[in-house]
């Protein structure tokens, strides 16, 4: 017949295994926070880039500033067309109010 384990012979044999394998993840922990640390760094890095720097870095082209760019345009051009109407609709109304109310009379 077998010899039975005691419980204290497991919780022993349990401690042994997680401390051995807490001395190996610490220097595994110790690798991976150093390539943690270099990948984070790298990503701040990429992102406090200006446009041009992360063109030359990854050659990709910036087209959300292209984007950018264009609805400035767009936006621009829509203000000049509302202001030019806005001075053409009040030009008219100094015209029809010269035409028919100084002619006016009682």
């Not at 990429?46 to 992360?54: I, L, Q």
């Not at 063109?55 to 959300?64: D, E, G, L, N």
């Not at 609805?71 to 028919?100: G, I, M, P, R, Y």
């Amino acid at each position: 017949m077998a010899p039975s384990s005691t419980a204290a012979d497991t919780t022993y044999k349990l401690v042994n295994v997680v401390s051995d394998a807490g001395d190996m993840s610490e220097s595994v922990d110790a690798s991976f926070h150093s390539v943690d640390a270099d990948r984070l760094r790298r990503r701040l890095k990429y992102f406090f880039m200006n446009p041009c720097e992360k063109f030359r870095a990854k050659r990709k082209v910036p087209w959300k500033l292209f984007l950018q760019l264009v609805k400035v345009v767009l936006v621009t051009w829509q203000v000049n067309e509302w202001f030019t109407l806005l001075v053409e609709q009040f030009h008219q109304f100094a015209v029809f109010s010269s035409l028919f109310i100084t002619r006016y009379s009682n």
